[in-house]
Every structure is written in C-alpha cells, then in structure tokens.
C-alpha cells in the first residue's frame, strides 16, 4: 500500500526507483540483499517492508523478528557498507500509550506488544548499523492499494445496521500518499528519527464515524471499550504522536482520499 504510493512520488520527483519485493529480495536473506545492492546500485533506501499482522505476532514471533528485526539489520548492514542512507517506516506501537500527551520523537519507548517490540528490534538495528538513517514512525495507515480500515468501514457501513466501534484507543489516521510526501521532504533532511502520522488525532470510533459521514453513509456507529472487543495483542490506549507539522491533519487528509476514490471506483 504504501511502497506503490512511494514508486509514484519518487518517480514524480525526478527519482529512478528500483522496485523490490519478496520475489526479488527477501530482506530476511542476507545473501539475497547482498546481491540486489550489488545488481542494483542506487543513493537512498526505502525500507517500507514489515511483518504488520498485529494480533498474528503473538503466536508468530519468530516471523514478526525475522522480517521486521533481522531483515532491518540486514538491509541497514548492506546500505552502511555503501554509504547509502537508509529509511525506515516504523510504528507507534513502539510506544506504550501511558503518556496521554502527544509522542515526541526522543520519548521513552515501550511496546506492549510483540509486534511494537519488533518493529522496535528494527529502529534499534538500523540506528546501531547506518548512521546515515531516518526512522519515521507512522500509524493507522490506509491507502488506495490495498485493505484498510477506511474501506472496511465504508463496506461495513453499507451491509450492516449499525456499527460498534472501539474509542478508547487514540491515534492519528495517515494516507500513504501524506506519508510518502513527507518521506519526500524528509530525505533532504537532517537524519534522525520522525514522527509521520496525520495530524491532530482521534479514536477508531471517531474516525470509522467521520468516514461514513463524508461517504453520506447514515448507518449509526456506537462506541464501545476495548474490553468489549479483547484481541490477542494488547494496543497502547493513546498513542497519538506530534508530528511537527510534517503531515497535514488527517481529517482534511481523509476528505481528499474519498474524493480520490469515487474517481478510483
């Protein structure tokens, strides 16, 4: 979702861009990165790639480590022998949500999950073997190219009576194309690590509401506790970040990512 949103931008912006995935290089296969870098000479990395099933990672740990853990090392291993700057998208799941103000960038973090503690095994291995590193965390990410909880609701709101939805869990909603424009500013940047999430925030009740109500869809949407809906990962209760202005808000975002959609479908 967000990789293809990046192949476009960068390609707007004058960039040549290398497309990799899975079937050209398996980031968990140190041999296999080796190789593409040596195929493929390039001047920056895009490290978008990750584990992102966030209730799978508890009873998946070893895949969870092995791509979002190991497969950075690997990548950032690889880059720092080339003197290419790498980027890393992580998460705010890397923190535990008791701050109750937003997230800054130098904050203590703390996963609550196995899926954050991976993502986090990720920032700590490219910030130990790329100095040349920009880590930027994101959060409730949807985008035009693949599943996402912006479409989900729409496609919920128009089959169901009504809706219940958590909202005691906060964060910052994030269109992929608003975070590939931000890791576009951010590269001329000092390196570092960057908080990249919409701005503003609000609950999962809240923005499924804001959804159906741009989409005119009138299906009412109750809120309820996260107790009433226990998953096998807990999720940190407020982990809304400062992006320092980076994103835009992440309503005015939503409402240009729906326009785009009636002329997508």
């Known amino acids: ?7 476009v931008l ?5 960039y040549e861009v290398l497309e990799a995935d899975i079937h050209n290089m398996d980031i968990t296969d140190k041999e296999a990165v080796n190789r593409f ?3 493929n000479p ?3 990395v895009i490290h978008a790639a990750a584990y992102t ?3 799978g990672a508890e009873t998946d740990k070893e895949t969870a480590f092995a791509v979002n853990g190991r497969g950075s090392e690997n990548l950032a291993v690889a880059s720092a022998k080339l003197d290419i700057p790498i980027v890393y998208i992580s998460t705010d799941y890397v923190f535990d949500g008791k701050k109750n103000a937003p997230y ?3 904050d203590k973090t703390a996963p609550l999950n196995i899926y954050g503690e991976s993502k986090l095994a990720g920032e700590i291995a490219v910030k130990k073997h790329n100095p040349k590193h920009y880590i930027c965390r994101t959060s409730w990410l949807y985008g035009h190219k693949g599943k996402n909880f912006v479409e989900t609701m729409i496609t919920l709101g128009q089959t169901k ?3 219940r939805v958590v909202n005691d869990q906060f964060g910052c ?3 992929t194309v608003d975070l590939s424009n931000a890791i576009l500013k951010i590269v001329d940047m000092p390196y570092g690590v960057y908080h990249t999430c919409g701005g503003g925030q609000t609950t999962w009740c809240g923005f499924a509401k804001k959804i159906l109500e741009l989409c005119n869809i009138d299906t009412p949407v109750y809120p309820v506790s996260t107790d009433e809906f226990p998953r096998p990962a807990q999720r940190p209760a407020f982990s809304v970040m400062d992006n320092g202005g980076l994103l835009r808000n992440w309503e005015e975002a939503l409402k240009e990512y729906l326009e785009a959609r009636k002329k997508e479908y």
């Open 53 to 55: 099933n966030v209730d």
């Open 1 to 7: 979702m967000l990789g293809q949103d990046l192949t």
């Open 104 to 106: 800054l960038p130098d």
């Open 173 to 175: 909603p994030t269109w």
């Open 161 to 163: 009576p009504e809706l």
């Open 10 to 14: 960068f390609g707007q912006n004058g």
């Open 42 to 44: 390039c001047d920056l």
């Open 37 to 39: 870098f040596a195929e």
